[in-house]
């Protein structure tokens, strides 16, 4: 099948995620978005497969696309909201567990008297959600309602005091109530200490560095579609720009649909970096940009901007061109890509 294909080790990438495990008691696995350029349904499977009791989900949509291929529990990342259109099925689901970023949302869920399972997500100094520190005492009745599931905290990723203010909000949510803490971003060691010392569970959600953690246990790669001749000044692609020099022009799988060249290097962003480039008789004084696509050893140049699946690429005269079918090198972000098939061998 000719597209962007992400192949994979198999049994290399599993001893990463098995590794991964041991190396992380409390792991909860992170299966959202994109899967990770996997897909959710194989994270899910993996999961399994890991034997772990819990995975996350970033929204309620996704609950419903990892539940068939794994069987235990799913937090939900994103706080809940009463307008959402799925809040009612996942505060009733048993198999999930909803995470709170509010007292007036955690009075709504207690209301019913359905005894959800639930996460209470404490602020942090990444102010995204939480209850400040200041009102969780105002919680603890509360969470006598529903069935409480532990504490939510979730760092930046600057580490700078990461640690000590990881250390005291979850004393301070201890001193509320004393439940497992669910962690993000923070160091396995470092969230281990703090729960050891608070003699409670510790949970730590890992999403990029669990599936994308060993990038020589894959490939992504990009079928070669066509190959045409072309001289100096002709004209080629939907903008009619003419070719800079004799070679070739090829035309290979994969264009925005799949994500590719969301952050394309242009390499000429300033004035100066133009010169430079006109000076070294670059493409990038053409205003052209370099493309994730490698061919014989070297990452090529983009004609112009990538279509919707596929992408035009110059190749000078010169280099061998690569043949109809061919596989070529292709660097994504595996975190906003889409690809058109997974191969796991
Ligand atoms: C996405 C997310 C994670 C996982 O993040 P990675 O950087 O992919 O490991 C953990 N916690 C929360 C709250 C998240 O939204």
């Not at 599993?14 to 696995?29: E, F, I, K, Q």
């Not at 696309?65 to 996942?90: F, K, M, N």
Request: proline fraction near 6%.
């Amino acid at each position: 099948m000719s597209g962007v294909t992400l192949t994979i080790d198999g049994s290399a990438w599993r001893d990463h995620l098995r590794a991964m495990l041991s190396a992380n008691p409390g792991l909860v696995p992170v299966a959202k978005g994109n899967g990770y350029g996997f897909g959710l349904a194989r994270l899910a499977e993996e999961s399994a497969t890991l034997g772990v009791d819990c995975i996350a989900v970033g929204v309620a949509a996704e609950v419903a696309q990892v539940s068939d291929a794994y069987e235990g529990d799913i937090v939900v990342l994103t706080p809940w909201r009463q307008g959402d259109a799925l809040a009612h099925q996942i505060t009733s689901n048993p198999r999930v567990i909803t995470t709170v970023s509010r007292l007036a949302d955690l009075e709504l869920i207690t209301a019913d008297g359905s005894r959800s399972r639930v996460v209470v997500e404490v602020q942090t100094s990444m102010r995204r959600h939480g209850i400040p520190v200041a009102e969780l005492p105002r919680v603890a009745d509360l969470l006598d309602k529903i069935s409480f599931a532990g504490w939510v905290i979730h760092l930046p990723h600057a580490e700078t005091g990461r640690l000590a203010e990881a250390q005291s909000l979850a004393r301070a949510a201890n001193a509320v109530r004393s439940a497992p803490i669910w962690f993000s971003h923070i160091k396995h060691a470092d969230a281990h200490r703090i729960t050891e010392e608070l003699g409670v569970e510790l949970k730590l959600r890992i999403g990029t560095q669990l599936w994308l953690g060993a990038p020589t246990t894959r490939t992504v790669t990009a079928t070669v579609i066509d190959v045409h001749k072309i001289n100096k000044g002709d004209k080629v692609g939907y903008w009619q720009r003419r070719v800079p020099h004799n070679g070739w022009l090829v035309i290979v799988a994969g264009g925005t649909a799949n994500g590719i060249a969301m952050e394309a290097p242009t390499s000429a962003k300033t004035p100066r970096a133009r010169l430079v480039s006109v000076a070294t008789g670059g493409l990038a004084a053409l205003g052209r940009a370099l493309s994730p696509y490698t061919i014989a050893g070297k990452k090529r140049w983009f004609a112009e901007p990538p279509h919707m699946q596929s992408s035009l690429i110059l190749l000078p005269a010169g280099v061998t061109p690569p043949e109809l079918g061919d596989e070529i090198p292709v660097e994504v972000r595996l975190t906003t890509a889409v690809v058109d098939q997974t191969l796991i061998n």
